[in-house]
């Protein structure tokens, strides 16, 4: 079982940044493949960012068309914590943004992939 636990939401005004984290815990994190989703009032989860293992020493960042250019997803193994750090903020970027965890080396951007997921945490953007 692996235990998500997200931080660093928050509110703030249009064009700052925010950095969210999240921190896993339970099993090995080297292997798997994270995920940042949000979620808008109304609106279907919808994929964000993601990171996965490249076999090798690094790892591979895949970002949404909405989010490129002004997110940045990367993690640190040794904290077992992955990262989404959001420049540029927009008032539609407000939802509740939430971590989410698979077990294989295969990136995923649909929310049915995902098995483990944290609580969320909101970000709120005023214009």
């Known amino acids: 079982q692996v235990q998500l636990v997200e931080s660093g939401g928050g509110l703030v005004q249009a064009g700052a940044s925010l950095r969210l984290s999240c921190a896993a815990s339970?099993?090995?994190?080297?292997?798997?493949?994270m995920a940042w989703f949000r979620q808008a009032p109304g609106k279907e989860r919808e994929f964000v960012a993601t990171t996965t293992w490249n076999g090798g020493s690094s790892y591979n960042g895949y970002l949404a068309d909405s989010v490129k250019g002004r997110f940045t997803i990367s993690r640190d193994n040794a904290k077992n914590s992955v990262y989404l750090h959001m420049n540029s903020l927009k008032p539609e970027d407000t939802a509740v943004y939430y971590c989410?965890?698979?077990?294989?080396?295969?990136?995923?951007?649909?929310?049915?992939?995902?098995?483990?997921w944290g609580q969320g945490t909101q970000v709120t953007v005023s214009s």
């Open positions: 339970g099993r090995t994190f080297t292997s798997y493949t």
């Open positions: 989410a965890a698979r077990a294989t080396v295969v990136r995923a951007t649909s929310a049915n992939e995902y098995d483990y």
